[in-house]
T-cell receptor, first 114, second 110 residues
Framework: EAQVTQNPRYLITVTGKKLTVTCSQN?????MSWYRQDPGLGLRQIYY???????DKGDVPEGYKVSRKEKRNFPLILESPSPNQTSLYFC?????????????FGQGTRLTVV | SQKIEQNSEALNIQEGKTATLTCNYT??????LQWYRQDPGRGPVFLLL?????KEKRKERLKVTFDTTLKQSLFHITASQPADSATYLC?????????FGAGTRLTVKP
């Protein structure tokens, strides 16, 4: 089954404790991205990757890191989480953007930083 | 500045009526635009894509229009059902990037 898998689904952590949210897709997609979703603000892009070893900042990259060492995985790293990073996070993938293909989203990770 | 605005945060309609949602964009020249459905606590799910050279696209009870002069897309659900209740997001492709509107929460009352 074609899917994007994020882990964990729920996470409560303390300020400053490094964490990683994993994202994996099984569709051989080139394009992957991370979004955060906050009430009233919609989906805001954090980082995206056009292909292996190619990443770029989205609208709200501060406080986040990503890596794309393999095509299927695109982890999101919070080196020193702060309470303002409490949010619902989504990973998405697609074959590419230029041609106009649908994006597949993961089930989401609800992160709380206390 | 670039903006994507969806007409309202919430829209309530009666079952059987047509729901019309609006997506307006500013300072974009998108090659295409997409609409997604999102249920509470779940990831968005793709519904329809419409390209800049297409005026209208249909899929079952769904219809999307795209007016590049008005910089607007309309999303229609005909013969709406309570199961159509969800948040609907428009997404604009621009410069190797997808940007999303904040969404409209549709409630269809029986």
């Amino acid at each position: 089954e074609a899917q994007v898998t994020q882990n964990p689904r729920y996470l409560i952590t303390v300020t400053g404790k490094k964490l990683t949210v994993t994202c994996s897709q099984n569709m051989n997609h080139e394009y992957m991205s991370w979004y955060r979703q906050d009430p009233g603000l919609g989906l805001r892009q954090i980082y995206y990757s056009m292909n292996v070893e190619v990443t770029d900042k989205g609208d709200v990259p501060e406080g986040y890191k990503v890596s794309r060492k393999e095509k299927r995985n695109f982890p999101l790293i919070l080196e020193s989480p702060s309470p303002n990073q409490t949010s619902l996070y989504f990973c998405a993938s697609s074959f590419g953007l230029q041609g106009g293909t649908e994006a597949f989203f993961g089930q989401g990770t609800r992160l709380t930083v206390v | 500045s670039q903006k994507i605005e969806q007409n309202s945060e919430a829209l309530n309609i009666q079952e059987g009526k047509t729901a019309t949602l609006t997506c307006n964009y500013t300072n974009y020249s998108p090659a295409y635009l997409q609409w997604y459905r999102q249920d509470p606590g779940r990831g968005p799910v793709f519904l329809l894509l419409i390209r800049e050279n297409e005026k209208e696209k249909r899929k079952e009870r769904l219809k999307v229009t795209f007016d590049t002069t008005l910089k607007q897309s309309l999303f229609h659900i005909t013969a709406s059902q309570p199961a159509d209740s969800a948040t609907y997001l428009c997404a604009v492709y621009n410069n190797n990037d997808m940007r999303f509107g904040a969404g409209t929460r549709l409630t269809v009352k029986p």
